[in-house]
């Protein structure tokens, strides 16, 4: 079993920036892939950021350039730096793990809601 909980979701207005957190707990040496992804109202999940296991990170394409997933693996912790925010970011985002077979976990999502 994996536990992801994430926060730093808020209120910004355009062009600041937040850094959402995914604290991961379990059995964090299964995870094979994590990832960002959100859910603006209306709309279809999409990924946002992610790694797979021991290689680069992925970025989609409406975020390149402004936003930048790391982790800190004594913490347990995976982020998502967002700059230039903009208010089509407005949105859940859900921490996102797949194990090496295959179970898929989610946490509970952190809303992101920017000011135009």
């Known amino acids: 079993q994996v536990r992801l909980v994430e926060s730093g979701g808020g209120l910004v207005q355009t062009g600041e920036s937040l850094r959402l957190s995914c604290a991961v707990s379990g059995s964090t040496a299964t995870i094979d892939v994590i990832e960002w992804h959100r859910q603006a109202p209306g709309k279809q999940r999409e990924l946002v950021a992610g790694f797979l296991n021991g290689g680069s990170p992925t970025y989609g394409d409406s975020v390149k350039g402004r936003f930048s997933i790391s982790s800190d693996s004594a913490k347990k912790t995976v982020y998502l730096q967002m700059n230039s925010l903009k208010p089509e970011d407005t949105a859940i985002y859900y921490c996102?793990?797949?194990?090496?077979?295959?179970?898929?976990?989610w946490g509970q999502g952190t809303q992101v809601t920017v000011s135009s």
């Open positions: 996102h793990a797949r194990t090496f077979s295959q179970n898929v976990y």
